[in-house]
T-cell receptor, first 116, second 112 residues
Framework: GAGVSQTPSNKVTEKGKYVELRCDPI?????LYWYRQSLGQGPEFLIY????????DSGLPNDRFFAVRPEGSVSTLKIQRTERGDSAVYLC??????????????FGEGSRLTVL | KQEVTQIPAALSVPEGENLVLNCSFT??????LQWFRQDPGKGLTSLLL?????REQTSGRLNASLDKSSGRSTLYIAASQPGDSATYLC???????????FGAGTTVTVRA
């Protein structure tokens, strides 16, 4: 596609529910990142994929969070047993290259998650 | 761990005035620095990318400088317009890492 696409744009759920957020990166981009942004803050790193593998998941806050990228393109961020503190905007970004040669990152519009 | 600070947190100027946004980072061993714009409720739009070997980058009314040794970057926006109202974020990537570390942003309001 022309840009990074994220769905849903808004998700309201109840505490304890399971949520999936999807990211469709720019075609051909091998590197994919998930970030989380709370109100008034800069984005915080969650996980980085190079191809199909998670090269760095050190930013995932706990084991309720998991992400996959099975075919090296679309990625899904999965959150189990959601808590109110998970409420934030989840941003996805992609880059044409990865690793230490990563250049410019292109971000999607984000998925706004609200946990009631 | 790379720490990125943006000062001021908010800025309000009359239309036509030049804008100066500051970004500082603690680890000067960077690979590149990227400036983004974020409108309310929207994602991030890349404005300028400066590689560590560069001193500045320009795009239209925007100019970003980089002083790696002092850990600073400045974004200049000439002749501001109300449409420039947004939050501007600075992000840095260190040479041993591949993830961007972000500042909290500067929220700019340009008054007509």
């Amino acid at each position: 596609g022309a840009g990074v696409s994220q769905t849903p744009s808004n998700k309201v759920t109840e505490k304890g529910k399971y949520v999936e957020l999807r990211c469709d990166p720019i075609s051909g981009h091998t590197a994919l990142y998930w970030y989380r942004q709370s109100l008034g803050q800069g984005p915080e790193f969650l996980i980085y994929f190079q191809g199909t593998g998670a090269a760095d998941d050190s930013g995932l806050p706990n084991d309720r969070f998991f992400a996959v990228r099975p075919e090296g393109s679309v990625s899904t961020l999965k959150i189990q047993r959601t808590e109110r503190g998970d409420s934030a905007v989840y941003l996805c970004a992609s880059s044409p290259t990865g690793g230490l040669n990563t250049g410019e990152l292109f971000f999607g519009e984000g998925s706004r998650l609200t946990v009631l | 761990k790379q720490e990125v600070t943006q000062i001021p947190a908010a800025l309000s100027v009359p239309e036509g005035e030049n804008l100066v946004l500051n970004c500082s980072f603690t680890d000067s061993a960077i690979y590149n620095l990227q400036w983004f714009r974020q409108d309310p409720g929207k994602g991030l739009t890349s404005l300028l990318l400066i590689q560590s070997s560069q001193r500045e980058q320009t795009s239209g009314r925007l100019n970003a400088s980089l002083d790696k040794s002092s850990g600073r970057s400045t974004l200049y926006i000439a002749a501001s317009q109300p449409g420039d109202s947004a939050t501007y974020l600075c992000a840095v990537r260190t040479i041993t890492d591949y993830k961007l570390s972000f500042g909290a942003g500067t929220t700019v309001t340009v008054r007509a």
